[in-house]
């Protein structure tokens, strides 16, 4: 479950950051492409973000990143989460307590696949409400029930501290994973 819940916090993250980076004014042509019998068609322009086709282009590339994620346990719960290795405001991201390897990627976006494939139209939905604020309690929570209320966390790292040591990361390779682990 806590790998599931945890795909879903990445779907979410992703997409949510990608609608932020979209232009408001940017706009599609939406409607009948056919032509009439007086030579006219019926389209029109609508805003571009948020849109169920910028909204399911975004569901299609969502799930290629996980290699910018990491397996950490949450101190409180003891439960494992996903976190981004690098804030996405430019704040450098603590070390501590993460694990990377290829086995989690994959693992990750097997399940991250499944999840906007499962809940395409429901995800949409969510998204396309511009009201809502909370994407990640409506969709995790509400809509595919992968993820308990208590299961949300911010994806963003831990900012550095003062006692964070870069040289605290134990590197093991193995033949076919790469492994990377630090404890607090």
Not at 43 to 64: D, F, G, M, N, R
Not at 118 to 125: L, N, V, Y
Not at 144 to 167: A, G, R
Request: proline share 4%; aromatic share 6%.
């Amino acid at each position: 479950m806590d790998l599931y819940c945890g795909a879903c916090h990445m779907l979410v993250d992703e997409i949510h950051w990608e609608i932020n980076q979209t232009d408001p004014k940017r706009t599609i042509q939406v409607g009948s492409f056919r032509i009439m019998p007086d030579g006219s068609q019926r389209l029109s322009e609508i805003p571009y973000k948020q849109s169920t086709v910028q909204l399911t282009e975004l569901l299609e590339t969502a799930c290629s990143k996980p290699g910018d994620y990491y397996q950490s346990v949450d101190k409180l719960t003891n439960t494992k989460i996903y976190r981004r290795q690098n804030r996405r405001d430019g704040q450098p991201a603590s070390l501590k307590n993460l694990t990377l390897s290829k086995d989690i990627m994959k693992m990750l976006k097997f399940a991250c696949e499944g999840i906007a494939e499962d809940f395409e139209e429901e995800i949409i939905t969510v998204f396309r409400d511009k009201e809502n604020e909370n994407y990640l309690q409506s969709i995790c929570v509400s809509q595919t029930e992968l993820c308990k209320e208590s299961q949300l966390y911010d994806v963003n790292p831990d900012v550095v501290e003062d006692e964070d040591n870069p040289d605290d990361i134990e590197s093991n390779n193995q033949e076919s994973d790469t492994e990377v682990k630090t404890e607090l």
